[in-house]
């Protein structure tokens, strides 16, 4: 069955950097789209970045463009989100998944997702 499962999460101070990673299993990961999503404590659910199957296209949130990068290793089946210039609101429970369907940007499928790593950004 589909597995992610995310980590690399912490406490960082304000400005500082963190790399997060997905491992995925049980599906052809580079058949997929995929996405990073966050959620934070009493607050809805928000798309922070996608990624095309091969990599060459990404889009981000207005919020997190120029700080966070997005990338994907379709070798070890690996999602990674770098975030840098970290602050107070990227504080969250980051979670990654695929997309709906293979080989298509149509639309996250929120029931991919792993467990989730927490990122907090304080001082």
Not at 45 to 53: A, D, K, P, T
Not at 91 to 114: E, H, I, K, N, Q
């Amino acid at each position: 069955q589909v597995q992610t499962v995310e980590s690399g999460g912490g406490l960082v101070q304000p400005g500082g950097s963190l790399r997060i990673s997905c491992t995925t299993s049980g599906f052809i990961f580079s058949d997929y789209w995929m996405y990073w999503l966050r959620q934070a404590p009493g607050k809805e659910l928000e798309w922070v970045s996608w990624i095309s199957q091969s990599g060459d296209e990404t889009k981000y949130r207005e919020s997190v463009k120029g700080r966070f990068v997005i990338s994907r290793d379709n070798v070890k089946n690996t999602l990674y989100l770098q975030m840098n210039l970290l602050k107070p609101e990227d504080t969250a429970l980051y979670y990654c998944v695929r997309d709906r369907r293979p080989r298509v940007r149509g639309g996250f499928d929120w029931t991919s997702r792993g467990q989730g790593t927490q990122v907090t950004v304080s001082s």
